[in-house]
């Protein structure tokens, strides 16, 4: 993206905004509340349109129309998107078909057998705990296996074994050639695995680094950053 910019009323909550990914990345997007994190992994989901600026993405322009990019981009978000009243296996099958995959009732099982919602599979979804919805968020994105996967706060509302499981599949994407965009207040956790930290505040990127062992320069930015009581985008 090249100098995008997005305003809302008088709030920059992103102002020219660069950021380019290469495949195989893992970019940990952190920043304080209302530094416009959500805002931009929602542009390059072409779910929001950018005031000012341009999107491209894998070598094409990105519209907001039935293009064959959003095909390849994955959002991963607590809320799920999910269906409530079709069971956990209609909303695989039902969300797969968007995508227009050929995927088999098994490939489905072994999705729902990796995330530990197997035995779940005739259940609906409005009788799962959030946990449980996240999971099934993830076993979606593993049967669609998109190029391109904005991950907005996973952590909070899976167990342990949930985050592991999680990291595992970032990790097999990312392996895969794909991207993954994960935007967390859970700091170490996400910088344990990730291969890139970029730090916003008030919709400007202060802080774009390749993964450091350890991040010290990352911690000197970031600290000094939440010692400031500003929060939200610029007027
Ligand atoms: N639809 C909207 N209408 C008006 N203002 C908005 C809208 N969405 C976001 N904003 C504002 O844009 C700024 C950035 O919000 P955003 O949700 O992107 O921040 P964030 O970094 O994801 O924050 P958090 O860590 O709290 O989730 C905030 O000031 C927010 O109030």
Known sequence: MD??????????????????????????????????????????????????????????PLSYGNSPLRGMIGFLASGAHL?????????????????????????????????????????????????????????KWRLVNPRLLLVDEPYGALDPSGVEMLNRFLDSLCAGGGIVVLATHDVPRVLERCSRAVILNRGRIVFDEPRQDPWDSFHTAFDTLLSSRDMGGTR
């Open 83 to 139: 269906y409530d009243n079709l069971t956990v296996n209609e909303n695989l099958r039902f969300f797969v078909s968007l995508y227009r995959k050929d995927v088999t009732a098994e490939e489905r099982a072994e999705a729902l057998n990796e995330v530990g919602l197997y035995e779940k599979t005739g259940e609906y979804v409005s009788t799962l705990s959030l946990g449980m919805r996240c999971r099934l968020a993830i076993a």
């Open 3 to 60: 100098r995008v910019s997005k305003v809302y009323g008088l709030l920059w909550a992103l102002r020219e905004v660069r950021l380019e990914l290469a495949a195989g990345e893992w970019v940990a997007l952190l920043g304080p509340n209302g530094a416009g994190k959500t805002t931009l992994l929602r542009l390059l989901a072409a779910l929001a349109y950018p005031t000012a600026g341009a999107i491209e993405l894998f070598g094409r």
